[in-house]
């Protein structure tokens, strides 16, 4: 019987709280289309000068944030982007760069703290030279903390080494910033410091800040001015916004301090999971509030059944392969949800090794 | 003529109160009014603020209260990585109301095009058939090629909105011609283009449509306009349809998005193309709830918008220099054009406009759109009709002498109004 639900699925299940109800209720609204509604003004202003760019502007989500940077960098047609091959936009984003923006992606190796060797990033570039039959490089992708490594965080030092290979051969760089605000807090660093030699950023509202809806992308003037445009184009166009922007505002300045505690938490989970018989957790790697689990090989349990065991007891989490699960925590998790997840997965892996007489 | 009784004589009044100093100053050509603006200033004791009428496009009407109580009680969910419940409701609401198996919620009616255009033509090497005039050939940016590499086949508007059935058909590409032809895939329409399409002149292109083996998609940005000005149900009037693009933010009034609706796998495919786009929304119940409220609310209010069209339509073409085609003023869309060879300018006239707060859209050199929507009282339109009216005399660019006596024909009779009332 369930009598609790811990959703461990993702960061973007958080609710709106009722400080974000009710901002929502009371936003001054205009039609952001045929001129600027106020709110959504506002908020694109304040992430802009939080980001250290010159202007911003509010998306829908953050594949439309990844998609519109991705398009604008890349608006003549042949252009190809250099990203990594287990990144968000290259795996998560339904191709779209390429099914509905034409941009040929360049997938160079990620390793498995996020990075991409300076080195490989470099020998993908097209040679100009080669052109008749080369598409032309125009943009580096960053993701900033990598979620498929682990919620890895990249460093201000490595993103500059990065940003200055991209002036060294007149490429853009965008940094895929969904979960920027968790990469600026583990690492102890401003976020303006974080992205400073990125052209642009998607920053995420609706993760870890526990927006209801939305990411802002960053950049300068002409940048942003194109991008408004396309993302026009793309529908994304919305009326009186403010309300859904009043709620994004209310994230922005209640919850960038609850990431910590959420990081906390990761830890302790993580450390407790990999104390449990049949798990096994790279606890090192363990930097946000992300965790990647594996069930060691040779355990009589596969991911799904584990899945479904603790589904029965309200305990979400994602399946990531045959023996590979994800868990992300949130501010809404709280530390009795953490230590309630623990014990039921300790209880669902002793009940598979008593089934098999261990 | 105009004016009917006090309220209206004092929106004429708090014009030239507010505005009459700067007339004196500006327009030379209003000599003959200054002696009857001092005159009214002086009765008029209370300072009017400014009013501002936005009459650009039905999409500026602002949330009610009763929308910003539901959002803020929204049941919410994240909608991508399983279903938003007010989300949900409001799709199976709005596909039951258009008669059809499924809905889902999408940011604008841009991207209820968009969507619906792309999923219709997913193979490549497609052609949607439109009209030359529609809006998504000319105001979606071109999206539907530039973003889903779809070819436009536009077909001339006629000034009814449709498209003559022998043209639509003369542009579907014969397949033998396949090794230099596109292959159509689509016909749009749009309903309402200010004008209504009828229910048998849709089924007339569904059938043509099926005939050649084709999907028909309905623009429906204001067909709860179109519905309502014809006296035909919704479902009626989209049943040809393969699928439908309905706004919630026009004159329904919602802040925000429109509802595709069309067959389950039509919007399975719709709902993933959504997400490529970045329109998969989280928590997005709280915008739905206010398009709930709109819904259940607004579709009542629009034949009102109808009928003050009509009224503003009538008042407009009874000033010299404008002409409106009334009989074409079927819904809350009025088109405003200046006569050739009148003296007005539109730029001074949109310019005189805005000064007196009235907000209109300019369509070209001479034409501009009016659109009433639910929050334009009838105090407005007569407001409105009063500011066009001084516009329009301030706005000539011959000498005062000409003018001058109509000012003081129209300022005599509001004294004699004033003393009876």
């Known amino acids: 019987m369930v009598t609790k639900s811990v959703d461990l699925r993702s960061d973007t299940v958080t609710k709106p709280t009722e400080a974000m109800r009710a901002a929502m209720a009371t936003a001054e609204v205009d039609d952001d289309v045929l001129g600027a509604d106020p709110t959504a003004a506002r908020l694109e202003s304040e992430v802009a000068k939080i980001m250290g760019k010159e202007a911003g502007l509010f998306v829908a989500s953050g594949t439309m944030g990844n998609l519109i940077s991705v398009l604008v960098h890349c608006d003549i047609r042949g252009s190809e982007v250099i990203l990594g091959d287990n990144c968000h936009i290259h795996i998560y984003e339904n191709g779209g760069i390429s099914t509905i923006g034409g941009v040929h992606p360049r997938p160079v190796k990620n390793n498995d703290d996020g990075t991409m060797d300076i080195g490989l990033i470099e020998a993908a570039i097209r040679d100009p030279r080669g052109e008749i039959v080369y598409p032309t490089t125009r943009l580096i992708c960053l993701e900033n903390s990598h979620a498929n490594t682990g919620g890895r965080c990249l460093s201000a030092e490595y993103t500059d080494k990065v940003g200055e290979l991209a002036k060294k051969h007149g490429l853009k760089l965008h940094i895929d910033g969904a979960r920027i605000f968790n990469a600026s807090v583990a690492l102890g660093v401003p976020v303006n410091r974080l992205v400073q030699a990125a052209d642009s950023v998607s920053v995420c509202l609706s993760k870890g800040l526990g927006a209801p809806v ?30 859904i922007c009043a709620a994004a505002f209310v994230a922005l300045k209640e919850n960038v301090a609850k990431l910590e505690g959420d990081h906390k938490k990761a830890k302790v989970l993580a450390e407790g999971l990999n104390q449990i018989k049949g798990l096994r957790v790279n606890v090192a790697a363990v930097e946000t509030n992300i965790i990647f689990f594996d069930i060691v090989e040779g355990s009589k349990i596969t991911a799904e059944k584990l899945y479904k065991k603790l589904e029965e007891h309200g305990v979400l989490v994602m399946l990531e392969g045959p023996l590979r699960m994800r868990i992300v925590l949130h501010h809404q998790i709280s530390s009795s949800d953490v230590l309630y997840t623990l014990s039921c997965f300790q209880q669902a892996l002793i009940g598979v090794q008593e089934e098999n007489g261990n």
């Open 214 to 243: 939305g990411s802002v992308i960053v950049g300068s003037k002409s940048f942003i001015s194109k991008a408004r445009r396309l993302r026009k184009t793309l529908g994304g166009g919305m009326r009186q916004l403010g309300f």
